[in-house]
């Protein structure tokens, strides 16, 4: 009998998210039901959301029960399929980029349904995770459909090395505009620079980021990819122009936060901007932007293959590795896509 | 020699505008150069933008300076003129919805070109500033533009039988949407149904406003127009839903306070319904939906003539009366759209 190992929730957590609030454990797999397929994983991601599932308010999701496995995507081997369009030892992962079928476990038990096979053709399958999946869909649809760059405009983005950032980057810059990154300490800012295609990179943890970001953008900010919240996203607001957009991806420093900030309250303040400056908000979750799927996986695919989008992966070895690697991850300590390594890939027949 | 009375900035007000801030004065009409035309004021409109004017903070527009007249928008009549287009005797107005050419006064002197001539079979000259004006312009492109509910969805209006809200009620209708309004007071509640075509209208004096809102939009609130800030605005938010669409109009419940507003902080958690809701925020001003005119007068222009929109303005005798009526419309004192009559209509020739 197969043994899945799972993280699952052991409480909500309350303020910052600890160790201790998810726990190791050990159960039987589940043997699959008709038109279910028995999966082994082999790769996990992790991703900034998932802090949302395990708070016990209301999001946009249904959070994770407690005794539940956290929530997440997976590549993952076919072991045992009652499925007719799954057969052992095919590569799987969510239907679509938004997918989060897996969870946190190496042997889960899912519908064939919910999967769609990767082709041995691609170049890494873990790409189905970060930039072919879910983060890159998120950084393509934010800005082609929300952000909107024009050549020559000015588009910050607030998580610069991040799975989302580094595709981010790549698609302001095949629109004609410019890329400026904010990111946490002077390697990743460099690699920024030299491999992401941002025209600047600044240090989140130097002083004067106000005064710094100022500099670097001159004619203002256009558009503002908002993946932190917190001092980055308070650096950049005074910079925006008339008309600037904004759409609202992710808000890695307010996750963590379960209290209610200190005032003054800024809410009037902020409407007043954004009736003085016409600017444009919005909220995305990846899950309504599906209908970009084709263009995305034909445009990023694209610069993938001929090496002018580069994107960098942080593997974790081992499944029991991945609550202190998550925790990490909410403070910055990633660097690059993060995912966690469960299994090992089984050979390819590169000659198919 | 003829006086041209005007209303100028006295000092800026500091927190909520008083009759001290401004100041009636009389001075000689400037006789007009080439280009331009001396007019006498018939029609001022006043509008909730213009406290934002007396500000010294930057505002979206220049603000006024000491000494100097109220912005603001008028229907006048041609009394000399050196531009070609124009002729005494005609009716004018600003060319554009937008325009706020002729300030609080009497007889105020003015570049021809920034003119249109009014047609003399409109019905009420008065509405060149209302209902067919910039509050018409600003509720049609703010439902048709932004808001675009779709047939069956709720659009809360939070100053329902305000200037722009008669208007966008309309708009809302001929969309197939439900229109529930918020006003101050059971007449205006009263009138909101029976003549502006509300569903539901609540008056935001009695307590409870959320409980009874939330029992008028029993699916939610899927557009909310707002106008106003403050505490309607804070009786709406809980009830948005996924894909909530927010048109950022005016704030009269902020414009008059100066001060930073209490904690706690609500900004963090207002980005995280931002987020988890797909929220779409968006500040506009009408300067940036000329385009939409043409349409506009169309469309506004034939409800008016079949009867379908009435429109209700509030007419107050008397330049010298304009402040303290202006100061009564930011406390939603006025009942209609506010204008001030600055002297008397010219004869019309209907057989023309």
Redesign the interface.
């Known amino acids: 009998m197969t043994t899945n190992r799972r993280i699952v929730l052991a409480r909500h957590p309350d303020g910052p998210a600890t160790l201790e609030d998810l726990r190791l454990e050990e159960v039987p797999a589940r043997p699959p039901e008709e038109g279910e397929v028995l999966c082994r994983t082999i790769w996990l991601s992790l991703d900034p959301y998932m802090r949302?599932r395990m708070s016990r308010a209301a999001?946009?999701a249904a959070h994770v029960e407690i005794g539940q496995p956290i929530h997440g995507e997976a590549v993952c081997e076919v072991v045992e399929s009652r499925h007719p369009g799954f057969a052992p030892g095919d590569i799987v992962a969510g239907a679509q980029a938004a997918s989060q079928v897996f969870g946190w476990q190496s042997y889960p038990t899912v519908q064939g349904d919910k999967l769609r096979k990767l082709n041995p053709a691609m170049e890494r399958y873990s790409h189905a995770l970060g930039v072919l999946g879910m983060p890159g869909l998120t950084a393509y649809a934010a800005i082609k459909g929300i952000g909107q760059p024009k050549p020559g405009e000015t588009v910050v983005i607030g998580a610069a090395t991040g799975a989302v950032g580094m595709v981010a980057a790549r698609v302001v810059r095949s629109m004609g505009a410019r890329a400026v990154g904010i990111a946490g300490g002077p390697e990743k800012c460099r690699e920024a620079v030299e491999r992401f295609g941002y025209e600047v990179c600044l240090d989140r943890h130097e002083p004067d980021l106000i005064g710094r970001l100022k500099q670097a953008c001159p004619n203002g900010v256009q558009v503002y990819l908002?993946l932190t919240?917190g001092p980055v996203?308070d650096a950049v607001w005074p910079l925006l122009t008339?008309?600037a957009r904004i759409p609202?991806?992710?808000?890695i420093a307010?996750y963590q936060?379960g209290s209610?900030?200190?005032?003054?309250?800024?809410?009037?303040?902020?409407?007043?901007?954004?009736?003085?400056?016409?600017?444009?908000?919005?909220?995305?979750?990846v899950w309504?932007w599906a209908f970009m799927e084709d263009d995305f996986h034909r445009e990023v695919g694209g610069w993938l293959k001929d090496g002018s989008l580069q994107y960098r992966e942080d593997v974790v070895e081992g499944l029991e590795n991945a609550p202190a690697a998550f925790l990490g991850m909410l403070e910055g300590k990633n660097h690059g896509k993060l995912l966690v390594k469960v299994g090992q890939e089984p050979a390819r027949d590169t000659t198919a």
Do not use: C, N
């Open positions: 949302g999001s946009y908002e919240g996203t008339t008309h609202v991806v992710g808000l307010a936060s209610i900030a200190d005032g003054p309250d800024r809410l009037p303040l902020l409407f007043r901007q954004i009736l003085v400056k016409r600017l444009h908000i919005q909220g995305m979750i309504d």
